[in-house]
């Protein structure tokens, strides 16, 4: 053999090496690409699930918050009184004989029987649709609840953020230091019933002429509404009637009360139905507007 042919044969022999180098090369980088996209996937995946979970069990910041706001017009078919509508509570009473700090200094059995009736009535009193309609609301929504009213329906419905503005009937309170608050036991408070500090249990109530303690946490709550509600409420007693204009200018807004003051049509969607069916329907639809 020559040797200009050797030296061919080895040229072909490295062309050769050199090529099988090369696809061995490219094939493991290959395979280690294939590896980490697979990671990368399962990563993804469980990034993904985690999220989901905490979407929707963990993180209640992610979901859309609905602020309700209830007056006594949602109790009303729980069989508990309005004060407004004919045969409604302030048509057999005197405000300034029950629901005052003076008419507690004149008379006080008189404002306890006035709210030992109120309680013995909630006691009795069950949630209605409405009630539980808007409990149902929290499987898919961040829901606050900001009432005026004393009764603790809401709560027995199953909803867990609920703001009473005006008190509890189902607490009782000391007349000289605020905080210190009482669960009733029963339906009466009686006279000589006293606080830690010695002085006569008064209902946890704000009376006509008090402050209204929890009102800048309830407008700050009502700032924040994606979707706000409006529920059985006159909308005639201030400071609470205000709340409304908080509400921000992008929220979706609704008013269910059959005496829904026309007024608020512009800004509000308005239901003209009773609590009992105006709500759950609303509830359903926006249920059905999340996945
Ligand atoms: N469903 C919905 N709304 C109803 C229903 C019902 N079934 N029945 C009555 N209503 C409406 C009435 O049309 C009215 O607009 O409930 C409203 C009741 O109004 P008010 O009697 O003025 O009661 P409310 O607005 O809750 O009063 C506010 O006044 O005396 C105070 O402290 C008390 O928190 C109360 C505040």
Partial sequence: MQLKEVNANLDEKKYSLMVLLYQTFTCSLFTIHCTLFTVHCSLFSYHYSFFTIHYTYLCPHFMRKIVVFTGSGISAESGLKTFRDSDGLWENYNIEDVATPQAWHRNRSMVLDFYNMRRKQVLEAAPNNAHVALARLENKFDVRIITQNIDDLHERAGSKNVLHLHGEIRKSRSSIDPALVYDVDGWEIKEGEKCARGSQLRPHIVWFGEEVPELSHAA???????IFMVIGTSLLVYPAAGL???????????????????????HFTVIKEKAGTGVPALVEKLMNEIL
Avoid at 220 to 226: G, I, K, T
Avoid at 244 to 264: Q, R, S
């Fill in 220 to 226: 700050h709550l009502v700032s924040l509404a994606d």
């Fill in 244 to 266: 409304v204009d908080y509400a921000p200018d992008g929220a979706e807004k609704y008013f269910i009360d059959p005496n829904a003051d026309e007024h608020l049509s512009n």
